[in-house]
T-cell receptor, first 114, second 112 residues
């Protein structure tokens, strides 16, 4: 069983550009999560999907951020008009919630906004 | 918002020593997870705890879910150089939210 994969692993962009990240969860996992991690901090929750429905969004997710999970499989996270403060590691996690919740993380996408 | 207090912030130990770190919260959690993160990588799940008082081992790692449901600890016995990394606790609270709340991590350095 392959783990969670994320693409790209690294992204450097100029302020004001749009970027899109992709996450492929563990197959058959019905829940998918996005987190953001800055240096010296633990990951912070951004949003999560159950199948294709986006069920919760953090206040950290400004209007410039949008996430989708068409068909309940892979997910994309888009950041429009990037700002230097968006520089961070963006982590994706997935889980298969039956009775007990356990989230498995991907390797992350490190974003640097110049 | 919810916060987890994780301590110590960093540890410097000799190979072969045992390590203990813990997490406390002002809120009740119904799941505690412990992760290890290497530089430039995502967190890797080490141990999951689902029940107050639960004590679970994974090789040299042992973790416990506190009776009050507001704390958890992780022990590593007989540390080895590859234990180096940042260890995070994460909690999942009652009440319907599915987001994990993370501590700030414990950075472990093991001197050979």
């Amino acid at each position: 069983d392959t783990g969670v994969s994320q693409d790209p692993r690294h992204k450097i962009t100029k302020r004001g550009q749009n970027v899109t990240f992709r996450c492929d969860p563990i197959s058959e996992h019905n829940r998918l999560y996005w987190y953001r991690q800055t240096l010296g901090q633990g990951p912070e929750f951004l949003t999560y999907f159950q199948n294709e429905a986006q069920l919760e969004k953090s206040r950290l997710l400004s209007d410039r951020f949008s996430a989708e999970r068409p068909k309940g499989s892979f997910s994309t996270l888009e950041i429009q008009r990037t700002e230097q403060g968006d520089s961070a590691m963006y982590l994706c996690a997935s889980s298969f919630m039956v009775v007990r919740e356990t989230q498995y993380f991907g390797p992350g996408t490190r974003l640097l906004v110049l | 918002g919810q916060q987890l207090n994780q301590s110590p912030q960093s540890m410097f130990i000799q190979e072969g020593e045992d390590v203990s770190m813990n997490c406390t919260s002002s809120s009740i959690f119904n799941t505690w997870l412990w992760y290890k993160q290497d530089p430039g990588e995502g967190p890797v799940l080490l141990i999951a705890l689902y029940k107050a008082g639960e004590l679970t081992s994974n090789g040299r790692l042992t973790a416990q879910f506190g009776i009050t449901r507001k704390d958890s600890f992780l022990n590593i016995s007989a540390s080895i150089p590859s234990d180096v990394g940042i260890y995070f606790c994460a909690g999942l609270s009652q009440g319907g939210s599915e987001k994990l709340v993370f501590g700030k991590g414990t950075k472990l350095t093991v001197n050979p």
